[in-house]
C-alpha cells in the first residue's frame, strides 16, 4: 500500500468521525450531514475534469502520453464523483424538495456535464492506438471543459432551487464553524483520495499502454501446454 | 495561396456537394418540420401552451437536427481526401473554418425553415427580430463548428458523433433558449447574445488551435 493510500484511509476515517459528531443542522438535522459526502463529490467533480483539461493542453503541446493517462485517469475518478454527487443530491432532494429530480439548471448542467464526460470516456475506448487516442481526447477534453463554470455560475444566472455557492462565495462563509471545519474535513479527505485512485489508475493505463505496444500475445498463457489428444490414424 | 482563399474555395465546393446531394434541403429540414408536426400530438390540443412552449420545442429540434446537419456524408472527408489536401498544401484549420462555415450557413437555412413551420404551426408570440437576426446565427456558428470538431475527434465512428455534441451543445441550447424568453417576457436578452458569442469564439480557437494535432489521426 502508498503513502498517498493510507493517508486516503486515514483522513476519511477521520472526516466521517467529523461529520458524525459536528450537531446537525438547526432547520434539516441529522438530513444535512449528507452534505458531508455531496459537496466533497461535487468539488471533486470540478477538480478532476479541471485536472482533465490541463493534462489534455499538457499533452498537445508536449504529445507525452503520461499526461493522456493523466486526462483520462482524471476523468474517470471525476465521472464516479460526478454520478455520486448526483445521487446523493438526488437523496437529499427529495426530503427537502419533495421530488428526486426537478428541472433545476444546477441539477440539469450537472447531469450534463456527467453525460459529456461519459462521451469522453466512450471515445477513450473507441480508440485503440495510444497517440492518436491521446490528441483526439486532449482535443474533446479541452471542449468538454466549457461544462465547468456553466455549472457552478448556474445558481447565480438562473433562478434555481439549489442553494448559491456557501463557501466558494466573495465575503464570509454562510455555514456554523463547526459545520464548516467537518465540511473542510471532508474535502481534504475525498480530495486525497481523488489522488490515490488517480495515480493508481494512471499505472494501471501505463501497464495496458505497455501491453498494447510490446505486443506479447503471442506468448504461451495458461493451458497453452496442454496440447489436443492425437488422432488415431489408420495402419 | 492564402489560408483565405483555401477557406473560400473548400466552403464553396462544400456547398456546391449539398446543392447536388440536397442531404439537408431535402432530408432533414422535411425531419425538422414533421418532429414539429408530430411533438403536438404528445402534448395535446391545448393550442396555449404549445404557444407557449413552441420556441423552447424550435431550439430543442435546432439541437438535435444540426447534429445531424453537422454530421452530414459530405462534411465528411475519408483519409484519403485529408491526405490529398495535405498533399496540397491544404491547411487543416483552412478545413475546419471552411466545414464549419458551410453547416453554419446550412444550418441557417435549417433554423429559418423549421422556424417558420414552428410559427405556422404553434402561433408564439415573436418579438424582438433584431435580435433573433444576431442570435439564429451565433446558434449556427456554435454549432456548425461543435459539429466539425466533433466530427474530427470521432472520425467515423458514426454513433459516438451525437453523444459527443449533444450535451456539449447545451451552453448554446441554453442560450437561445434564454434570449427567446427573455424576448417574449421584454427583458433584457445582451447577457445571453454574450454567452453565445463567447461560445463561439472558444469554439473557434479550440478548432484553430486543435486542427493540426488533429491532422493525420485517422485510424
Known amino acids: 500500500m502508498r503513502p498517498i493510500e493510507i493517508a486516503a484511509a486515514g483522513t476519511m476515517l477521520t472526516a466521517l468521525v467529523a461529520g458524525l459528531v459536528v450537531p446537525p443542522d438547526a432547520v434539516q438535522g441529522d438530513l ?18 479541471a485536472v482533465t483539461l490541463i493534462a489534455s493542453v499538457a499533452h498537445l503541446v508536449t504529445k507525452r502520453l503520461d499526461w493522456d493517462r493523466r486526462a483520462g485517469a482524471s476523468a474517470e475518478v471525476g465521472v464516479v464523483f460526478t454520478g455520486l454527487a448526483l445521487a446523493t443530491g438526488m437523496i437529499w432532494g427529495k426530503p427537502v424538495w419533495g421530488v428526486w429530480w426537478t428541472w433545476d439548471a444546477r441539477l440539469v448542467l450537472t447531469a450534463a456535464m456527467f453525460f459529456v464526460y461519459l462521451a469522453y470516456l466512450a471515445l477513450r475506448r473507441s480508440v485503440d492506438d495510444p497517440v492518436i487516442r491521446g490528441r483526439r481526447t486532449a482535443v474533446f477534453g479541452i471542449v468538454a471543459a466549457l461544462q465547468i463554470p456553466l455549472v457552478h455560475f448556474s445558481v447565480i444566472w438562473w433562478r434555481s432551487l439549489h442553494q448559491p455557492p456557501t463557501v466558494l462565495r466573495p465575503g464570509e462563509p454562510q455555514i456554523d464553524p463547526p459545520l464548516l471545519f467537518a465540511l473542510l474535513m471532508a474535502v481534504v479527505a475525498f480530495t486525497v483520495l481523488y489522488v490515490a485512485l488517480t495515480r493508481r489508475r494512471v499505472d494501471l493505463a501505463a501497464a495496458e499502454d505497455r501491453l498494447l505496444t510490446t505486443g506479447r500475445f503471442d506468448e504461451p498463457v495458461a493451458g497453452a501446454a496442454i496440447a489436443a489428444p492425437a488422432s488415431k490414424e489408420a495402419p | 495561396m492564402t489560408i483565405w482563399r483555401q477557406i473560400a474555395i473548400l466552403f464553396r465546393l462544400q456547398l456546391r456537394d449539398e446543392m447536388r446531394t440536397g442531404e439537408v434541403t431535402a ?33 430543442a429540434v435546432v439541437l438535435l437536427f444540426g447534429i445531424v446537419v453537422t454530421q452530414r456524408r459530405t462534411a465528411a472527408a475519408s483519409p484519403a481526401h485529408r491526405d490529398a489536401l495535405s498533399l496540397l498544401g491544404v491547411d487543416p484549420a483552412a478545413r475546419f473554418a471552411a466545414t464549419a462555415l458551410a453547416s453554419a450557413i446550412l444550418l441557417l437555412g435549417f433554423e429559418i425553415a423549421t422556424g417558420l413551420a414552428m410559427i405556422v404551426l404553434y402561433d408564439p408570440v415573436v418579438v424582438g427580430w433584431g435580435w433573433l437576426a444576431m442570435v439564429l446565427p451565433l446558434v449556427a456558428l456554435g454549432l456548425g463548428m461543435l459539429g466539425t470538431v466533433a466530427g474530427s475527434v470521432a472520425d467515423g465512428r458514426g454513433p459516438l458523433a451525437p453523444l459527443l455534441v449533444a450535451p456539449l451543445a447545451i451552453p448554446i441550447l441554453l442560450g437561445a433558449a434564454q434570449a427567446s424568453e427573455g424576448l417574449r417576457l421584454g427583458v433584457g436578452i445582451l447577457r445571453w447574445v454574450l454567452v453565445l458569442a463567447l461560445v463561439d469564439v472558444v469554439l473557434a480557437l479550440v478548432g484553430v488551435l486543435t486542427a493540426r494535432p488533429l491532422e493525420g489521426t485517422s485510424s
Open chain 2, 27 to 59: 432530408v432533414v429540414v422535411p425531419f425538422g418540420a414533421i418532429a414539429l408536426l408530430v411533438i403536438p400530438m404528445a402534448v395535446g390540443i391545448e393550442t396555449t401552451l404549445l404557444s407557449r412552449i413552441g420556441p423552447g420545442l424550435f431550439w
Open chain 1, 32 to 49: 444535512q450531514r449528507i452534505m458531508y459526502v455531496h459537496v466533497p463529490s461535487a468539488w471533486l467533480a470540478y477538480l478532476a475534469f
